[in-house]
């Protein structure tokens, strides 16, 4: 019986990481926008800013490998009869597989 896939079960790992990536830059970013940050009359909100943008920029690679790895229904090149040969054909496979968790079922007896 082929494992059951449900809602969130796909690339959970790819999820959180976005989640958290998004998270830690809008803090970062507010704090370096709103709170002074002053030390020995520096100024550090900029370098809060800067680090919270760029914390947000890396979540989109989360959110791309959790979207990518939602989706369902396309066929491969050998399912459609042509020879898969491409070297980044094999490594997305691959590295779909590693990331995507199947969400097993047990029945009650």
Known sequence: MPPKYEGLSHCKL???FA???DLLGVISLLMGVFA???IEGRDFGD???YT???LVLMSLAGWVLWYSGNIEGLTSK???GGAVGGAVDRLARSLSRRIRI???HSSPT
């Open 102 to 104: 199947p969400r097993t």
């Open 78 to 80: 050998r399912e459609l």
């Open 36 to 38: 002074p940050l002053e």
């Open 52 to 54: 919270g943008a760029l």
């Open 19 to 21: 989640v958290l990536m």
């Open 47 to 49: 370098l809060l800013v």
């Open 14 to 16: 790819a999820l959180v």
